[in-house]
């Protein structure tokens, strides 16, 4: 059965960084595209940062391109979320998903994701 776990949040002040991290077990984790996905309160869920399966194309919302940089550890089973500059507006609970052979998009379709990780930005 797959399973994803994500860590690494947590409170942080403006300006700051942090590493999300998310361990998948129970599937071929190189045959997957992982994204990442946020939910901020009362906002709908919003796609953040995907990779390709064979990890060579990488894709970011406008809002965190720049900022943020996903990666990921075939050996590991691992994908990460680099943050850094972190901003109050990117407070929410962030979510990594997994999508077999997918291109890692938005429009991708991530058939597995984990329960998220809070993340707290203070002003």
């Known amino acids: 059965q797959a399973r994803l776990v994500e860590s690494g949040g947590g409170l942080v002040q403006a300006g700051g960084s942090l590493r999300l991290s998310c361990a998948a077990s129970?599937?071929?984790?190189?045959?997957?595209?992982m994204g990442w996905f946020r939910q901020a309160p009362g906002k709908e869920r919003e796609f953040v940062a995907g990779?390709?399966?064979?990890?060579?194309?990488?894709y970011y919302s406008n809002s965190v391109k720049g900022r943020f940089t996903i990666s990921r550890d075939n050996a590991k089973n691992t994908v990460y979320l680099q943050m850094n500059s972190l901003k109050p507006e990117d407070t929410a609970v962030y979510y990594c998903?997994?999508?077999?052979?997918?291109?890692?998009?938005?429009?991708?379709?991530?058939?597995?994701w984990g329960q998220g990780t809070q993340v707290t930005v203070s002003s």
């Open positions: 129970g599937l071929s984790f190189s045959n997957y595209a």
């Open positions: 990779i390709r399966w064979s990890g060579d194309r990488q």
């Open positions: 998903a997994a999508d077999f052979r997918g291109g890692g998009t938005p429009y991708s379709t991530y058939a597995y």
